[in-house]
């Protein structure tokens, strides 16, 4: 009995998770993106990892993609500097 109700936990947690993702059309990359953000997330969870180690590397994550905008906004404007001396 107990291995039938832990299926059935399973069961219902995989379609609760799912009914969650399926405020976008199924499939759709708004679809996957939020699935890809939702596992990375339950990864970090499942695997019992500090919350400040989770803030942490999403901050480390968006600094780098800020720094680099930053570079490609630089880059960008020396160009567009550089075509009007021209």
Known sequence: ???????LFYVLNSFITMTHIMDYKPYSPEWHRKRFLQEAIFKYLDDYIDNDIIINDINDILSERSDDAYQEYTKLNQLK??????
């Open 81 to 86: 500097a550089k075509l009007r001396t021209d």
């Open 1 to 7: 009995m107990e291995s039938r109700n832990a299926l």
